[in-house]
């Protein structure tokens, strides 16, 4: 199922097109992309949320890597992408009434993830294999931060998502995202 979404995914740009084919190639060389259990590389889902108008993401604060960031997380054995970026989406932010705008995939990425420690246990760095969901949320429904992994969730102007990450590589990221999301006004 996973396979077919990535193989049946549109690139926007060439990041996407290079990020794609490593994906694929990357699935049919390992057995275990769906779990943290590959220290190299495993599959990750993301959410771009936006307000119904389309001019605000919602962001929060990640604890990890000190920075305003989208929500998302780990597949964990789950092929259903979507399904855990919903999850991730309601657990990071408390959101309960989301509405799918993207008809699959929104965007690809291959992220590189710096060595941190996570609940007191060292992880080496690795490749996030992203696959990103263009979500809708209400801007006036309550929000709540999940302690254990962020200590802010904010609505802000899409362009104003760019310059609020401390991570270079998630700035051109989330330039294509509001690009992509500019495009289908």
């Known amino acids: 199922m996973l ?14 097109k290079s990020d794609k084919a490593i994906m694929l190639k990357y699935i049919d060389a390992s057995k275990d992309v769906l779990t943290r259990e590959n220290k190299i590389a495993h599959f990750t889902a ?25 929500t998302g997380g780990h597949a964990d054995g789950e092929e259903d992408l979507l399904k855990v970026a919903l999850r991730e989406a ?6 309960t009434n989301l509405k799918v705008l993207s008809d699959g995939i929104f965007g690809l990425q291959v992220l590189p993830v710096d060595a941190h420690i996570k609940r007191g246990e ?17 801007e006036n429904e309550e ?29 051109p990221i989330y330039i294509k995202l509001n690009e992509k999301l500019k495009s289908m006004k």
């Open 46 to 70: 993301s959410n771009w949320i936006v307000n119904k108008e389309k001019s605000k993401v919602l962001m929060i604060y990640h604890n990890i890597y000190k920075s305003w960031a989208w």
């Open 90 to 95: 309601n657990e990071e932010t408390g959101l």
């Open 3 to 16: 396979k077919e979404e990535i193989e049946k995914f549109v690139p926007y740009n060439e990041q996407e």
């Open 122 to 138: 060292y992880v080496s760095s690795h490749l996030h294999l992203d696959c990103c969901f263009l979500l809708q949320a209400d």
């Open 143 to 171: 929000t709540k931060i999940k302690q254990d992994e962020n200590s802010g969730v904010k609505w802000v102007d899409i362009d104003e998502a760019v310059k609020l990450t401390r991570e270079p590589r998630m700035v």
